[in-house]
């Protein structure tokens, strides 16, 4: 049994090494301010992303500029940075460290998948077994109240803390954040029917449910085995656990991955132990682009990762996998690198994480941003966010 602990893995490490503790207490409030006022620069050579914001640089307002400048301490640093990554609409950047009452991370802690569509912000999916489920939430309702707040004038108040203004994407990507509440407090949420009908609800945030499962667990359908991966594609003990539920398989039995509940990503090293049961030659699955050097160097830098077969571990029988909104990260890179070898990928969108995450540490305080340095795509090329499953 392992306890689900929702974090974003980190692929690889960029930057600074992490300053001591000892150093940390040691910081002058000048330190901490330059720290503050290197992010920006930090973002702007590290992101891999910036194409999404006007001039190929990260969205900065006064307010921020302003609260930079303020920077005195390790709490008010810290303060700085979440806004600094919040400016990004970006639920793949974060920091290392966070407060007790910060926003719920989406989608690792949320259980609504909402889209802004029109003037309505739409409630496109709900996470199975989630608070949100019990409480009869359904796909297609609406999202009418935050709190006494109309969702409009909520969104628009998140935004005006950053001194930004609010497009569609930021409004849907602050909706979600809204939605999934603070870590330390139930959620109270309006939600309108399909037919009309509104209902004000409370419900715990995901922090304050905390489940012990198994890694993997494996069930029949029809002749088939279902083996779902319990948002365990961080940890390295996953792969004994899958090559054990691979054993009971019969010859030429049909397989079926279930990625619906791996919000919180892991790393290649389990993506890869599970597809090398499915492969009898080295196979590409995914394309990996480093952007930072090319600003660097001026030289494009792009590699093909493969899967390899493992000895004595393959299956020759059919295999399949379920994707949904809950489906995150190298949740998406194992969808893309499936779907690469062959098999047969269901589903609806997924939950569209950007890239390959890096752990970022700023020279004085050691504190760590968490943000896509390299950018994904499907051996054919197209961006991983992109990818819908054709079935």
Known sequence: MHRIVSLCLVTLVFG???SSSAQTQSLTPAQYRDDALGIETTINTAYAYLDRFSGDVMPMSDVLRTEAGAVTDSRSLLKYAEHALLSLADHHAITGR???????LVPSYSDLWIEKVGSDFVIEAVRAGSPAATAGIREGDRLSAIGEVRPDDAVAAFWADLGLPVNDERAAFAARILAAGRRDRERDLTVTTAEGAERRLTLKN???????RPRVTTTTEGDGLVIRLNDSLGDNATIADFDA???KATDGQPIIIDLTDTPSGGNTVVARAIMGWFVSAPTAYQIHNLPSEERETGIPRQWIEQV??????????????????????MGEGLAVGFDAIGARVTGGPM???????????????????????????TVGGNPREAFVPAY
């Open 245 to 247: 539920e691979m054993a």
């Open 308 to 329: 390899l077969p493992r000895p004595a571990k393959h299956h020759s029988g059919p295999v399949s996998v379920r994707v949904g909104r809950w489906t995150g990260s």
């Open 206 to 212: 995901l922090y304050q449910i905390v489940q012990d």
């Open 98 to 104: 966070s407060f007790s009452d910060d926003w719920a």
């Open 16 to 18: 600074w090494a992490s």
């Open 351 to 377: 939950a569209r994480l950007l890239g390959a995450v890096s752990d970022i540490a700023l020279p004085n305080s050691g504190l760590v941003l968490k943000m896509p340095t390299e950018r994904l795509s």
